[in-house]
């Protein structure tokens, strides 16, 4: 699959991630801080199966394959 996040994309994603956990870790938003798992998969991988659906690419036109 090619990737489809580009970098703002994939820090501001891998940023909103980490802070749910850290959230969930404190108890301030309870088990629900654990959905930002999903947000720090597809920043790392570049790929976004939601992205793909709907044809959005926030990398550039030359992107490579994810890796």
Request: glycine letters at 18%; one cysteine or more; a positive charge.
């Amino acid at each position: 699959m090619r990737a489809n996040i580009g970098t703002i994309d994939r820090t501001l994603r891998i940023v909103v991630g980490l802070t749910l956990i850290g959230l969930a870790i404190t108890g301030t938003i309870g088990v629900w801080g654990w959905i930002g798992v999903i947000p720090i998969l597809t920043g790392l991988v570049r790929i976004c199966p939601l992205y793909s659906v709907l044809g959005i690419r926030t990398c550039p036109a030359s992107g490579g394959k994810a890796g």
